[in-house]
């Protein structure tokens, strides 16, 4: 007999809504979130992140590189970081360096060292369609880590300073209405990319609501799948 037959119905829907949270699935667990410069997660995932610590995981975001303005960015970079309730690494770490300074295979066997340590759960990493030199070169060494652990692999929206029309479907949707305050206050703690540039971030929170009025909440950060690993 289902164990739900007799259960009052409070609590099945307690029980359904737990089994389809995407918060829940990564409770107690590791989240490696992967970025080629500060800022980058905050603008693709910033809600997400946020999320996922707030329900308990252990998220790591990893920034690659500083291209520039090295004190000033890493500086920015562990304020955004703190504000999500997330750990931050940056890989090419003790001054300015651009993603074209190493080879791809270095490159790779960074991601491959903290994959090897952190044994995440999942991984969220730039999409393989985004315009930027830089991101699309992180996607691809973040790729192959699939190789060393069995772990859940998305992509997120690309990110930029300034919009740019950019093909981009997600296939799942996160629900952050809850957290989408905290990412905006992330990205605001980036204020030598936008308020000393006098660029807006407002449209982050209209993208967001755009994505949450394509699954009916109010706030939504988009993802495509690489893989999903069902136990």
Avoid: W
Wanted: some cysteine.
């Amino acid at each position: 007999m289902n164990d739900f037959t007799d259960a009052p119905l409070g609590k099945m829907l307690v029980a359904r809504k737990a089994a389809r949270s995407f918060a829940a699935r990564y409770t107690g667990r590791t989240v490696l979130a992967i970025g080629a410069h500060p800022d980058d997660i905050e603008l693709g995932i910033g809600a997400t992140v946020s999320l996922l610590a707030s329900s308990g995981a252990r998220v790591v975001m990893a920034v690659c590189s500083v291209p520039g303005d090295y004190d000033t960015r890493r500086a920015e970079a562990f304020a955004a970081a703190d504000i999500l309730g997330c750990e931050l690494r940056i890989l090419m770490d003790g001054g300015s360096r651009r993603i074209e300074d190493v080879k791809t295979y270095q490159l790779v066997g960074m991601i491959d060292d903290l994959v090897r340590e952190l044994q995440p759960s999942a991984m969220l990493t730039h999409g393989c369609t985004d315009f930027h030199g830089d991101h699309v070169l992180v996607h691809h060494a973040s790729v192959p880590s699939q190789r060393l652990h069995s772990f859940d692999f998305y992509c997120y929206l690309p990110t930029m300073v300034r919009p740019v029309p950019v093909p981009f479907q997600p296939r799942a949707y996160i629900d952050v209405s809850t957290t989408i305050e905290t990412k905006i206050d992330a990205i605001a703690a980036h204020r030598s990319q936008f308020g000393a540039r006098n660029l807006s971030f407002d449209y982050y929170r209209e993208i967001a609501h755009l994505n949450g009025r394509m699954c009916g909440v109010e706030y939504a950060e988009g993802l495509d799948i690489g893989r999903i690993v069902f136990a």
